[in-house]
């Protein structure tokens, strides 16, 4: 299957990290290049990372006619060292687009789609723990606490059940099983509203991943590397992530502790830098032609 990824808020997310020919930008989740190429005909240099061998191999191909480019097959949050391991003391501006690609969706091997029946992985590296790992070893207590943290599925309990229930008979194995078990635990009346599955599977992939851990970890990190002037660019997905990067930016910018009663400040924390706008979301335009950029949303911070 060709590595196919609609890039979202793309004319925004370029045009957020400022870039000029004197510049080091590091696209911290190149996937398929969208982003990546662009930023490449525009800056000094392009550092492009991504954890998806697959991702990896598309990114070769595509980006091997630009000799301003580096291509590392790694996990942003690791940043500090990709970039003490490549010789760069500071970066201009980094992107990150947390959300799943397309291809990564549309192929029913990785089993990140809940509309196709497929093993259940959900691993964005392809290594380590994954989504069946969750489901079959996990207490019906953590199943339940994830599905409801990181998804935000008000019928946690009961799919939890449900799958304890099953796996007590088999392992379940493939995203279709899984499926099934959370419409059991779905009342007729809420399974109007989207699919029953959406929620759970977020939860599951969050975890496999640790993608609001690895988040956190990262902002600080490349806050560390940005020289002065650089930006953070970040597109998000959900509700969680975004209010991850929207405190943390707002803490950047107003960092200070002290009581509102006082008059001036005397804890001497000072802001790191600015929010250039609040946030940016997809014109009507765009979502026409890529629906799945409905939830996404664009935020970005300078440091002084």
């Not at 994954?130 to 019928?155: H, P, Q």
Request: glycine share 6%; charged share 30%; aromatic share 6%.
């Amino acid at each position: 299957m060709e590595f196919n990824h609609k890039s979202v808020l793309f004319d925004e997310a370029i045009a957020s990290l400022n870039i000029n020919s004197n510049k080091i930008i590091v696209d911290g989740t190149a996937g398929g290049g969208g982003h990546s190429r662009e930023i490449a005909k525009n800056a000094k240099r392009l550092i492009a990372i991504d954890q998806d061998p697959d991702a990896i191999k598309v990114l070769n191909e595509r980006l091997s006619s630009f000799d301003n480019v580096t291509i590392v097959q790694n996990n942003f949050e690791n940043i500090k060292d990709i970039l003490t391991d490549l010789g760069v003391s500071g970066i201009d501006g980094i992107l990150l687009d947390l959300g799943v690609s397309s291809f990564q969706l549309d192929n029913g091997e990785r089993g990140f789609s809940y509309h196709k029946d497929a093993p259940l992985d959900m691993r964005m590296s392809k290594s380590g723990m994954s989504a069946a790992d969750v489901v079959n070893t996990y207490s019906e207590e953590a199943l339940a606490d994830i599905l409801f943290r990181y998804g935000e599925e008000k019928f946690s309990r009961r799919i939890a059940r449900n799958i304890v229930s099953a796996r007590a008979d088999k392992p379940i194995k493939t995203t279709g099983e899984l499926v099934e078990l959370i419409k059991k635990a779905y009342p007729n009346k809420a399974m109007r509203d989207s699919h029953p599955a959406r929620k759970t599977f977020q939860a599951i992939r969050i975890e496999v991943n640790a993608e609001l851990d690895k988040l956190r970890n990262t902002l600080d990190s490349a806050l560390d590397c940005l020289n002065s002037g650089g930006r953070i660019s970040v597109i998000t997905f959900h509700s969680l992530e975004d209010r991850i990067v929207k405190e943390t930016f707002a803490k950047w910018e107003h960092p200070c502790t002290c009581p509102k009663e006082f008059p001036v400040c005397v804890c001497g924390k000072k802001p790191y830098g600015k929010m250039p706008f609040k946030s940016k979301t997809p014109t009507e335009a765009e979502l026409e032609i890529n629906p799945r950029a409905r939830s996404s949303r664009l935020r970005c911070f300078e440091k002084y």
